[in-house]
């Protein structure tokens, strides 16, 4: 965390007031980013087939012939919430053989894009990756319904490695509205936590099932599993993966295979 010391003061995360005891039992860490600046810049391009995070760079293109030692970039202060998962669930529930099988599918088809298009794999796709990355959609959805924004002003940013297993949710507009409060608030008593009921109950069902949920394949080159535009796929300026590596069933559990949602006891104790 970064208490606010001066007025401008571009970061300032502080832990959030408290209050979210569901929250509490999901998360080892809830922070409220009340100030950030971000800084995105143009470095070069792809065609045909886009790039995808943890590729080589050797498929991107430059946006100059000579460098002029400058890029064109725009600057973004809004606010956000910092979300870090619990620990001691989430390493129980990655090692389970049916999640490890279920991401697998995913990666072998990360590894077969890699092959075809001559490029190297630069990380592995796992079920952490895919719980992370498809709870950030779930929450930028329900945050879009409950404090005013379109979800093309929300924006993720995800902490996925051996040692951390986070999400940042925040602005992404570049006028005044990226730090109205609406986003913070979000963290505020009660209010995660049912975001995080309504959140995880409307990814439970979707419009397009039993084909979304039972889906082997779905998304760019097989990318995806459970997840369409009627439940977690976003406005692609919001998503930092291009809306791949997504799949609703490690937060609710497949047909006959209900331990493989992370969130699958938060579904079964609202059904009670």
Known sequence: GKAETDLDQEFVCIPSEGGNDLAASWFDRIMVVKRLREVRALHSFTRVTS???????DRRAQIYETSPGWLPAIEVRGEGVFLDLNAERLS???????????????????????????????????PRLLLIHTLAHVLINQWSLDCGYPAAALRERLYVSDRMAGLLIYTATSDSAGSLGGVVAQAGPARLD???????????????????????????????LAACHACALLPEVSCEE??????????????????????A????????
């Open 51 to 57: 790039h995808l995070a943890g590729e080589t760079p």
């Open 92 to 126: 129980s529930w990655e090692s389970d053989p049916a999640v490890v099988r279920r991401a697998k599918k995913i990666n072998d088809n990360y590894v077969r894009r890699a092959q075809v298009t001559g490029s190297v794999p630069g990380r592995g796709i796992t």
């Open 194 to 224: 049912e975001a995080l009921r309504e959140g995880i109950g409307r990814a439970s069902w979707c419009s397009a099932d039993p084909l979304c949920i039972e889906s082997d394949a779905t998304g760019v080159d097989a990318l995806n």
């Open 242 to 263: 291009m809306n791949l590596f997504l799949d609703r069933g490690v937060l609710i559990g497949v047909p006959g295979e209900a331990k493989v949602g992370f969130f």
């Open 265 to 272: 006891d938060l579904i079964a104790a609202e059904v009670q």
